[in-house]
């Protein structure tokens, strides 16, 4: 008699058990680390892609919702996160998140209730005594609100208030693309006149950091983020030669001394090392961002007037792509006869094919696959 018995149930696969909780949930490539469709909450289709990274670590997977979707999960943000770097596979985290959506939307079924006439007629009198040139926008139902306010520059910007059922004994919830939290201190007798004169306050403490910000944005080249947003207090700045300098802005102190790194070949962003650890004691925090990075580092950037951002949107050696999905080739060969850019992912899983390549902690070592020079890559934790 055999001693190896067969199962009579074999264990189901993980694509199985997704396609039953998420029949509309499908793969979009061969390598499975896109998927793309609807995830099904009581009777209701909610539009979601999930992208994995190469290396198949499901905690740095990015999600995208549909607007509906993501207003339903927007205060389960934190619990999100932490129920991806649990799970063990996609159809697990999958499982996880539709029990948190349809909590949202039980919640959200519970207060749709709607609010008495008397919150229509006083939210009324308040838009009128606001200014209709003020709003930019209102549903049929007066329950989001956009409002449109300009700062002293004549930038404009948008907060987008939910009204609360109980308004105007609850303040409504506030949402503005800022880089620093809005919190709406309400009154007893709140009213949207309240939220315009703290918008602006807030606006107004704002000023100078985009100031600073559009100065960058107008006279050099910015390569990250593709499109800045006034919320955004970082910026990766193009300095030729396959270099780049990564900096973070403090929106509270915008002319004091940022953030730096320097990315890119060893032989071109060293002496930029230097320079910037030498004479940072020198900045002056009465001139600009960029007059300060100028003066320290004792060098021009290549500015949209004298350069195409085609100069620096060089394609990753391995993929032929500039930009995988959010991110660009950063890792440079340090031979200055080579140069040639990667992404980081690339070049890991290149290296991973490689029985020559050796690792150490977080960091693999191989050859460049231009030049054969040796070069390395730390993967993120």
């Known amino acids: 008699m055999d001693c190896h018995k067969k199962q ?8 199985h058990r997704l396609l039953q909780e998420c029949p509309l949930l499908l793969p979009q490539d061969r390598g499975r680390t896109c998927y793309d469709g609807f995830i099904t909450i009581k009777e209701r289709d909610f539009r979601i892609r999930v992208e994995i990274p190469l290396d198949r670590q499901l905690k740095n997977a990015r999600i995208y919702c549909d607007w509906i979707l993501q207003q ?25 998140f539709k029990r948190i959506l349809n909590c949202s939307v039980r919640t959200n079924e519970e207060l749709s209730s709607p609010p008495p006439p008397s919150y229509y007629s006083q939210l009324i009198r308040d838009i009128v005594d606001l200014g209709w040139d003020k709003i930019s926008f209102v549903d049929e139902e007066l ?51 309240s939220v315009l004169a703290q918008a602006s306050a807030a606006m107004d ?37 396959n270099a780049s300098l990564h900096m973070e802005v403090d929106p509270r102190h915008p002319r004091m001394f940022p953030e730096c790194r320097l990315l890119g ?60 999905d959010s991110s660009l080739p950063d890792q440079v060969c340090d031979d200055p006869r080579c140069g040639q850019p990667y992404h980081q992912a690339c070049l890991y899983e ?23 020079k040796p070069i390395s890559v730390k993967m993120k934790p």
């Open 265 to 324: 070949p060893e032989p071109v962003v060293t002496p930029l090392k230097n320079k910037l650890n030498a004479k940072m004691y020198e900045w002056e925090p009465q001139l600009s961002i960029l007059q300060n990075l100028k003066s320290i580092l004792g060098i021009e950037f290549p500015s949209p007037t004298s350069h195409s951002k085609s100069d620096f949107s060089l394609e990753c050696g391995i993929c032929y792509m500039y930009r995988l």
């Open 350 to 372: 290149w290296f991973r094919s490689l029985p020559s390549c050796h690792q150490s902690f977080n960091v693999v070592f191989g050859e460049c696959p231009y030049c054969n």
């Open 205 to 241: 403490a704002l000023t100078a950091f985009w100031d600073e910000m559009d100065e960058i944005d107008k006279s050099t080249w910015v390569l990250e983020p593709e499109r800045p947003t006034r919320g955004d207090t970082i910026r990766r700045l193009a300095l030729g030669n």
């Open 143 to 193: 329950r989001n609100i956009n409002l449109r306010l300009h700062d002293a520059c004549g930038r404009e910007h948008v907060f987008a208030l939910k009204i609360n059922p109980q308004y105007p004994k609850e303040p409504p919830e506030c949402r503005a693309d800022l880089p620093v939290p809005f919190h709406l201190t309400w009154p007893q007798k709140g009213s949207l006149e």
């Open 8 to 15: 009579l149930f074999p264990e189901i696969s993980d694509d």
């Open 72 to 96: 339903l999960v927007q205060d389960y943000q934190k619990l999100i996160k932490q129920r991806l770097q649990q799970s063990d596979n996609l159809t697990d985290f999958l499982i996880e």
